[in-house]
């Protein structure tokens, strides 16, 4: 499968939104409190 890149476009947010806190929550686990990091 090919692989690319493009800039991003405004209809994109959501899903980079989703990635940012997805890797977020996942860096900070056991160093943050749950409770802190479902916000």
Same mark, same amino acid.
Do not use: C, F, K, N
């Given at each position: 499968? #090919? ?9 994109? +947010?959501?899903?980079?939104?989703? +990635?940012? +806190?997805?890797?977020?929550r ?6 943050? #409190?749950?409770? +802190?990091?479902?916000?």
């Amino acid at each position: 499968m #090919p692989t690319g890149a493009r800039l991003a476009r405004t209809s994109d +947010v959501d899903d980079i939104a989703a +990635v940012q +806190v997805r890797a977020w929550r996942q860096s900070y686990a056991g160093l943050i #409190p749950e409770a +802190v990091l479902a916000e």
